[in-house]
C-alpha cells in the first residue's frame, strides 16, 4: 500500500491549485506534530474530549492528502473510548507518529516533485 493515495492526492492539486499544494504541505507538516503532541498530552492527562478532537484533526488533516492509513489509524482512535483504549493506547499513539513519519516523508518528495 502507497503512504499518499496518487487519486486523491491529483484531486487535491486539481481542487486546490498545484501552486496552493506546497502551502498546503508545509501547513500539514507543522500542524501534524502539533496533533501528535495534543495527542499524547491528552493520553497523559486523560482527558477523552481532547484525545478524540486531536485524534479528529489528525484523521481530517491526512484524508485530504490521502494519507488513507494515517487516516485511518487516527479514525480508530477518535472512535475508540480511551478508557476502551486502555494500556494499548500509547502504543497507538506511537503507531500513529511512525505513520505520521512515512507521510511526512511521501509529502515532501510530493512537495518538491
Not at 508545509?26 to 477523552?48: I, K, N, V, W
Not at 476502551?84 to 511521501?106: I, W
Request: proline fraction near 3%.
Amino acid at each position: 500500500m502507497t503512504v499518499i493515495d496518487d487519486e486523491v492526492f491529483a484531486a487535491l492539486v486539481d481542487s486546490a491549485g498545484a501552486d496552493f499544494i506546497p502551502e498546503l504541505i508545509d501547513s500539514f507538516l507543522e500542524d501534524a506534530p502539533q496533533g501528535l503532541a495534543a495527542l499524547r498530552s491528552a493520553l497523559d492527562a486523560g482527558d477523552a474530549v481532547a484525545f478524540r478532537r486531536a485524534a479528529h484533526s489528525l484523521k481530517s488533516n491526512g484524508s485530504t492528502f490521502g494519507a488513507t492509513a494515517f487516516a485511518e489509524s487516527a479514525r480508530a482512535l477518535e472512535h475508540t473510548p480511551l478508557e476502551a483504549l486502555g494500556d494499548a493506547a500509547l502504543a497507538q499513539v506511537e503507531a500513529l507518529t511512525a505513520a505520521y513519519d512515512a507521510v511526512a516523508a511521501a509529502l515532501k518528495e510530493r512537495r518538491h516533485a
